[in-house]
């Protein structure tokens, strides 16, 4: 029985660790929208860190990329570098919490298991007395 809660329990690991890294990790289109968009040729030529006096309007395709540029300390300089840098960091992140969240699953397997041997040891005490 014990086996079976422990392969069902590594499942729910794993699927646990893509989707908690697929929310934290995505790719903000609007970023991408605003390398590829003509007008934010400004923007791109930006230092990372470098707050306007106007910033774009919330509903320009550059605001997404002057709020990247602006909060990130080497942002990527190109679409294709934005999104090689997010990968990089999505399995970055995902190996990391694996790793941790296996440890934890394997510790709260070997206390699973320690518990059913003590309560079979206490059981064959007690038939032994009869």
Request: charged residues 20%.
């Amino acid at each position: 029985m014990w086996v079976v809660i422990g392969a069902l329990s590594l499942v729910a690991t794993v699927i646990f660790c893509v989707r908690d890294t697929n929310l934290t990790h995505r790719t903000e289109y609007g970023v991408v929208r605003g390398f590829e968009a003509p007008e934010c040729e400004y923007i791109r030529k930006l230092p990372a860190g470098f707050k306007l006096d106007k910033e774009p309007e919330m509903n320009s395709p550059c605001y997404h990329l002057y709020t990247y540029k602006l909060y990130y300390s080497s942002p990527a300089q190109n679409a294709q570098e934005y999104k090689d840098k997010l990968s990089a960091q999505y399995w970055n992140a995902f190996w990391l919490l694996l790793l941790l969240m296996t440890l934890v699953w394997a510790i709260c397997m070997g206390l699973l298991y320690g518990a059913g041997a003590t309560v079979a040891w206490v059981i064959r005490g007690f038939k032994g007395t009869k």
